[in-house]
């Protein structure tokens, strides 16, 4: 099994900073590539983010390109969201997710799932 803690979450001013951090045990952690969703009340579950098994690739939802950087310590065992110029349309529980398969955007893909971060970001 793996098991991915997100932490790093909390309440921000409109076009203000926030970076999140998940950290990946239980299987070798280069071996997955990872994923970032949110879920606000009431809407499914998005997609944010992605990179790869190396971290030398990656892909954002147009809705946080260019404001957003995914990045990979796999000495540290721990994918990084950094979140710049927050908009209160960004709040939602961030989870972080694992996949061993082909990069995917889609929720199925991910074989596991951290419990959640809560970002508000206020107007």
């Known amino acids: 099994q793996v098991q991915l803690v997100e932490s790093g979450g909390g309440l921000v001013q409109a076009g203000g900073s926030l970076r999140l951090s998940c950290a990946v045990s239980?299987?070798?952690?280069?071996?997955?590539?990872i994923g970032w969703f949110r879920q606000a009340p009431g809407k499914e579950r998005e997609f944010v983010g992605r990179?790869?098994?190396?971290?030398?690739?990656?892909y954002y939802a147009d809705s946080v390109k260019g404001r957003f950087t995914i990045s990979r310590d796999n000495a540290r065992n721990t994918v990084y969201l950094q979140m710049n110029s927050l908009k209160p349309e960004d709040t939602a529980v961030y989870y972080c997710?694992?996949?061993?398969?082909?990069?995917?955007?889609?929720?199925?893909?991910?074989?596991?799932w951290g419990q959640g971060t809560q970002v508000t970001v206020s107007s």
């Open positions: 997710a694992a996949s061993s398969m082909t990069a995917s955007s889609n929720r199925a893909a991910y074989e596991y």
């Open positions: 239980g299987r070798t952690f280069s071996n997955y590539a």
């Open positions: 990179i790869s098994r190396s971290g030398s690739t990656r």
